[in-house]
């Protein structure tokens, strides 16, 4: 249900909130104190919508569910929240006496960059598909003082900045005072038998305080609202009053110091041996302190912790929760008195895991030394469950010792999360058809058979209002017009738009719009970077997480062959297009920041040529982040989505670029292989190798150079990258493609070069030649885009791993 709010209503909420918290009148607030303002009135609004629901769920007693991830990726709040509430004209009305919009007001708020990309985004949109559809729910992660980072990019390379959000995010966090725990590190252990069994007594341990911080989001037109629980570390220790005095000053602050660490930072650089420990803490601070809560809360309102699984369903969000596991084991045995069966029985049928990748490199594992003097007695569960677990696999696989060491949660001196997380969970689910078919085919292969009814698939979706309605209100309008506004809560009512794929005002109202968008993106990009992008080009885009496998690299390949064709003839005539890129990379990971560098000399070079640039430009956006996605995605009309064939676990950008009516060019991967099945292949852009033909040609040998030497232009593209851009030669990347004595060009870019370029050629072909039957192309994926809205995910996990239903 909307929430009734007049105008009047909102300028008394407004001016009482300037005058409790600032100390002005509304004449005299600044914008940055009115925005503050508007923030804790529309988050008063929703703590009081959420007490209400709060109660409804208390008297149902309704199972809850409790997302663990180590990111939120939340973006700006403040629309979202206006949005969903539905109290916008309300708001509009009480700032006009302060001569503000609430367009103005959404420029105040910086980006809560508390993720990396597509994990965290996820995360906040599984959020809002819970509020709106009345299922309980609370997410758990941290409060970072700083996001992932804030990028600057100087002289082609990447340079990492904090990420300074809370001074215009904090407004939306209510501290806790009543919500505070203990977590334990360092020291060891002693088990000491009693008359109720063993007791664990902590020797030497350093003990840190979770102090919680509540931020609400808001469903659409519903009763509920989620919470997103932030933990931020202090330390227990009380003050050291004597060495104080005595002026040893930096001792007593140390231990603040350290603990402050944990929440400091998203994702601290793990190249060296303290980074790696401060990521084990930020993990097992997160599960700890989460865990505490879930059981405190369930204790309190339900009593025996026998109803555990009954009452709650705790995911977790990829392997860096995994810790969850023992920690539960821990909680129940050490403070609760359970024995290790009953214990086990309890936390595996109430955790649930998602797996994310398939790349060995994100599949968690952790020293086995590391986690044995970090977090002592978690270790000491870890080998008791690796113990059984082995046991149990002896006597079903005797004498296979490959498998079990293969399966086992620890083996040559490492800890492997994933395998902690499948063995400890009830349900394992992939993120796409594909995905879930891939780790149950290779990862998994061996758990799989072991206990294959734990596996399932939940395709990955989007919050449309956000990435939909909000970002693109202009395409609403046509819709609203074509098919009514129900879109917005049902998502598949999309459907219906199909009906107008051969109406030709509506396809040109489709091109209309999008020319808007591009002319709106190519202003910011001028405002904000001083880039300069031509609305008459095409908006060819790539934005996602620098990585290798994601594959910016042979999208690059294919500009520079583009470009040498213009360098031989300038007057070439070619579709003139704008390449756009946007991506950060991680601080340590040298071949994605290499890469980077060679987008932005080749963008440089390009510039040179004044001539050529009228045909093609490459845009490097700095600091990419959701405000920037919400105003690049609507503008897009190509999405590249060109990972290697079975390395991309689902993603979700290529949902977002496809519901606001871009053409995919993509590789059967991920998501892309239901969107081709859902859109239609006449609708959507597919090329390269198949999962399954990119396995064989590694199984037999996989040699790059065979397509160099067979590719005229793929030889002239390598060639290029020795000479150079921009006064810079690129030889290692060249080297990389090519080299011998280690693996070359390990995501196979040149053996999908060719594939890639004739359908490039395809996409230019069709825009050039008949406009009309790529705007039918463009309003047949907004229509098919529907079943890739996160409501519909959320659902298939309420009904098929959590056991959930919605309170109303």
């Not at 929430?3 to 407004?14: C, G, M, V």
């Not at 599984?126 to 992660?141: E, H, K, R, V, W």
């Not at 859109?679 to 199984?699: C, M, Q, R, S, Y």
Request: hydrophobic content about 40%; glycine content about 6%; proline content about 3%.
């Amino acid at each position: 249900m909307e929430t009734k709010l007049t105008e009047q209503a909102a300028e008394r909420l407004i001016a009482g909130k300037l005058s409790r918290y600032f100390g002005v009148t509304p004449k005299e607030a600044t914008r940055e104190q009115i925005y503050k303002a508007v923030v804790l009135s529309v988050r008063d609004i929703m703590l009081e919508k959420r007490q209400r629901y709060h109660v409804k769920v208390k008297k149902a007693r309704a199972k809850r569910v409790y997302y663990l991830c180590m990111e939120f990726l939340m973006g700006r709040s403040l629309k979202n929240s206006v949005y969903n509430l539905g109290i916008g004209k309300a708001l509009s009305g009480a700032l006009k006496s302060y001569k503000l919009t609430l367009e103005d007001l959404y420029e105040e708020e910086p980006d809560a960059g508390l993720g990396n990309g597509g994990l965290g985004r996820l995360a906040a949109c599984f959020l809002d598909g819970l509020a709106t559809q009345n299922y309980p729910a609370m997410g758990f992660s941290i409060c970072y003082q700083y996001g992932l980072f804030k990028q600057k990019i100087i002289d082609g390379w990447q340079i990492e900045l904090p990420d300074v959000w809370l001074p215009g995010g904090e407004a939306w966090l209510n501290q806790r005072s009543d919500m505070h725990f203990t977590v334990r590190f360092d020291g060891n252990v002693e088990e000491i038998w009693t008359d109720h069994g063993i007791e664990i007594v902590y020797h030497n341990a350093k003990e840190i305080e979770a102090v919680a911080y509540d931020m609400m989001v808001a469903g659409a037109n519903s009763e509920a609202v989620s919470v997103l629980r932030l933990w931020r570390s202090r330390a227990l220790q009380t003050f050291d009053m004597q060495a104080f005095s005595q002026g040893n000053y930096e001792a007593v602050m140390r231990d603040d110091s350290d603990a402050q660490l944990i929440s400091k930072v998203l994702y601290p650089s793990d190249n060296h041996s303290e980074g790696k420990s401060l990521r084990l803490q930020q993990q097992y601070f997160l599960v700890s302190a989460s865990l505490q809560c879930i059981v405190s809360d369930h204790k309190r309102r339900y009593g025996s912790l026998d109803l555990l699984p009954e009452m709650a369903a705790i995911h977790i969000n990829d392997t860096h929760p995994a810790l969850a596991i023992p920690e539960l084991m821990r909680i129940l045995m050490d403070e609760n008195c359970y024995d290790w069966d009953t214990a086990w029985k309890i936390t595996t049928a109430t955790c649930a895991y998602t797996n994310h990748t398939v790349l060995a490199e994100a599949l968690e594992t952790w020293d086995e030394g590391l986690i044995a003097r970090k977090i002592p007695r978690i270790y000491n569960i870890l080998k008791e469950i690796n113990r059984r677990f082995c046991e149990d696999l002896w006597n079903r696989y005797p004498g296979n010792w490959g498998k079990i060491s293969h399966m086992a949660i620890l083996a040559h001196n490492t800890v492997r999360m994933a395998n902690l997380c499948v063995h400890g969970s009830h349900s394992v689910n992939g993120v796409s058809s594909l995905h879930s078919d891939i780790i149950k085919d290779s990862i998994f292969r061996d758990f799989y058979e072991y206990t294959p009814e734990k596996f399932t698939n939940v395709t990955n979706g989007i919050a449309h209002r956000r990435w939909l309605n909000q970002s693109n209100p202009e395409l609403c309008a046509l819709l609203d017009e074509c098919i009514g506004a129900g879109y917005a809560k049902d998502a598949s009512l999309l459907e219906g738009f199909k009906k107008f794929a051969d109406d030709r005002g509506v396809l040109a109202r489709l091109d209309e719009i999008k020319r808007i968008k591009k002319e709106q993106f190519a202003t910011y990009a001028k405002k904000a970077q001083g880039i300069i992008i031509d609305p008459n080009t095409v908006f060819d885009v790539q934005a996602k997480r620098m990585h290798e496998y994601k594959r910016q690299l042979l999208n690059v390949l294919h500009i520079i062959g583009d470009y040498n064709a213009l360098r031989e003839n300038p007057d070439l005539d070619i579709l003139p297009k704008t390449y756009i890129f946007g991506a950060k990379a991680a601080a340590g990971y040298e071949m994605a920041k290499q890469i980077m560098k060679l987008i932005c000399f080749l963008a440089e070079d390009i510039k040179k040529n004044p001539k050529i640039n009228e045909k093609l430009n490459v845009v490097y956006m700095e600091n990419y982040n959701v405000t920037m996605s919400e105003m690049l995605m609507p503008a897009s009309e190509i999405s590249e989505q060109i990972s290697l064939a079975g390395k991309e676990a689902s993603g979700t950008g290529n949902m977002k670029f496809m519901i606001n009516g871009a053409l995919t060019i993509g590789t059967l991967d991920g998501a892309n292989v239901e969107m081709a099945e859902h859109v239609g292949e006449d609708n959507i852009f597919i090329f390269g190798l198949k999962a399954e033909e990119v396995a064989e040609i590694w199984n037999r040998g996989y040699n790059s150079s065979e397509y160099y030497n067979q590719n005229p232009n793929i030889r002239k593209i390598i060639e290029s990258l020795i000479v150079g851009f921009n006064g810079c030669s690129f030889a290692e990347i060249a080297n990389y493609l090519l080299r011998s004595g280690r693996i070359a060009d390990p995501y196979m870019c040149l053996a999908d070069y060719e594939s890639y370029a004739r359908t490039q050629e395809a996409l230019s072909t069709l825009y050039r030649t008949d406009k009309q039957a790529w705007n039918r192309k463009s309003l047949m994926n907004i229509a098919s885009a529907g079943y890739f809205a996160a409501d519909r995910s959320i659902r298939d996990y309420a009904a098929n791993i959590w056991n959930l239903k919605p309170v109303k």
